[in-house]
């Protein structure tokens, strides 16, 4: 029998990746990703989820040899919430394919830092990236190597200091969200890069993918989940002003 491959997680760390595990079956996990957290290898060396999930599978099931986790889509560094991972060669294909096409519905939440106006409405954009310096932009009218950026939002509640906006998705571009709302004067807390003007404290940003909606891979039926973020915890104590 082939032994163990990867590295043993601590109690703690096992019972906190366990806690995270918000929806699993044979073919497919959603994990809650918290902010800082990277979802698939990049050139800082931090492992990724994907080995750490990896790590916690073999651990969990006793499974000897490889474990199959696949990056079915990503989430930035500082952001934090829903990702969806493929435990199988045909999953991951075929989510792949459902991102690809637009199948798959993504719902964000994000703390900004002034209101916005309209309260609800859809942004449209041209979205280019620097890759130098890691940041996209938006214009109003088309250019080359610019690709169209759509999403949907609203108001969901209004505080002393920052506004709580749902976010829809409608393409997914690098950066999209944070890049279209501080175009629209409404940067998201902690987010330096599009023009807020103070760091959160963990490092991160105040956005979170609450919602994820997808065909499952197999059973072809419909998929819907939710992840508890900070932001649920900040609703259910303020009041509206």
């Given at each position: 029998?082939?032994?163990?491959i ?5 109690r ?10 918000v ?10 990703k918290r902010?800082g957290e990277?979802?698939?290898g990049d050139k800082?060396g931090?492992e990724p989820?994907?080995e750490?999930?990896?790590?916690f599978?073999?651990?969990r099931d006793?499974?000897?040899g ?5 990056v ?10 829903a ?6 060669s045909?999953a ?5 394919e459902a991102f690809?096409?637009?199948?798959v519905?993504?719902s964000y939440?994000?703390?900004?830092c ?10 449209s ?9 890691n ?25 002393d200091?920052?506004w709580?906006?749902?976010?829809e998705?409608?393409?997914g571009?690098?950066?999209?969200i944070r890049c ?8 998201i ?5 599009y023009?807020a003007?103070?760091s959160?404290?963990?490092g ?21 989940v ?10 259910s104590k303020c009041?509206?002003?």
């Amino acid at each position: 029998m082939s032994e163990n491959i990867y590295r043993q997680l601590s109690r703690e760390e096992f019972e906190d990746i366990a806690s995270r595990i918000v929806y699993e079956d044979n073919h497919i996990l959603v994990f809650n990703k918290r902010t800082g957290e990277i979802v698939q290898g990049d050139k800082t060396g931090d492992e990724p989820l994907s080995e750490t999930l990896k790590a916690f599978i073999a651990m969990r099931d006793s499974k000897p040899g490889h474990v199959f986790m696949g990056v079915t889509h990503r989430l930035d560094r500082p952001v934090g919430g829903a990702v969806v991972f493929a435990k199988t060669s045909k999953a991951l294909e075929r989510l792949n394919e459902a991102f690809r096409k637009g199948e798959v519905r993504k719902s964000y939440w994000a703390m900004v830092c002034a209101c916005p106006s309209p309260e609800s409405g859809e942004l449209s954009g041209w979205m280019l990236r620097n890759e130098k310096q890691n940041k996209s932009y938006v214009y109003p009218s088309e250019r080359p190597g610019a690709k169209l950026a759509k999403l949907r939002y609203r108001l969901l509640k209004p505080t002393d200091r920052y506004w709580i906006v749902e976010v829809e998705l409608l393409t997914g571009r690098h950066h999209q969200i944070r890049c279209q709302l501080a175009d629209m004067g409404c940067p998201i807390k902690g987010d330096l890069k599009y023009g807020a003007q103070r760091s959160n404290k963990d490092g991160g940003i105040s956005l979170y993918a609450k919602r994820v909606e997808f065909v499952h891979p197999v059973r072809k039926e419909q998929v819907t989940v939710e992840v508890p973020t900070p932001l649920d915890v900040f609703l259910s104590k303020c009041a509206f002003s």
